[in-house]
C-alpha cells in the first residue's frame, strides 16, 4: 500500500511557476513508477507526465513539453512535478499516482494509488 499526499498547487498568473509536491508513506517507494495527471472542471482526467521507478526515464504529454518537469527523490519518498510558463488552459486539479512496476518506461495508465488532488489556477 502506498499513501500520496499532494501539496504546492495555487493561484498564479499565466506565465509563472509552480511547484507541486507528493509525498509518499508505505513501503518501497523505489519500486513504484510515479505519475501526475490533471483534470479540469467539464473534461475527463489526463495524463500529464511520469518517471519510471529506477531509471528515471520521464514522459510527458505534448501539450506540457518544454514547460513542465517530473522529477523524484528516493530519499525524501516525494516526486515533484515542476510547473513553468503557465496557461491559462493548465488550470485543474493535479493529482499524484503510482504503480508498482520496474518497466523502463513508467506509462501512462494502469496507476493503483491515487492521492486526493491539488488545485491549481492559471489566470490570464
Known amino acids: 500500500q502506498v499513501q500520496l499526499v499532494e501539496s504546492g498547487g495555487g493561484l498564479v498568473q499565466a506565465g509563472g511557476s509552480l511547484r507541486l509536491s507528493c509525498a509518499a508513506s508505505?513501503?518501497?517507494?523505489?519500486?513504484?513508477?510515479m505519475g501526475w495527471f490533471r483534470q479540469a472542471p467539464g473534461k475527463e482526467r489526463e495524463f500529464v507526465a511520469a518517471i519510471s521507478s529506477i531509471g528515471g526515464i520521464t514522459d510527458y504529454v505534448d501539450s506540457v513539453k518544454g514547460r513542465f518537469t517530473i522529477s523524484r527523490d528516493h530519499a525524501k519518498n516525494t516526486v515533484y512535478l515542476q510547473l513553468n510558463s503557465l496557461k491559462p488552459e493548465d488550470t485543474a486539479v493535479y493529482y499524484c499516482?503510482?504503480?508498482?512496476?520496474?518497466?523502463?518506461?513508467?506509462?501512462?495508465?494502469?496507476?493503483?494509488?491515487w492521492g486526493q488532488g491539488t488545485q491549481v489556477t492559471v489566470s490570464s
Open positions: 499516482a503510482a504503480k508498482r512496476t520496474f518497466a523502463w518506461v513508467a506509462g501512462r495508465s494502469g496507476y493503483d494509488y
Open positions: 508505505g513501503r518501497a517507494f523505489s519500486n513504484y513508477a
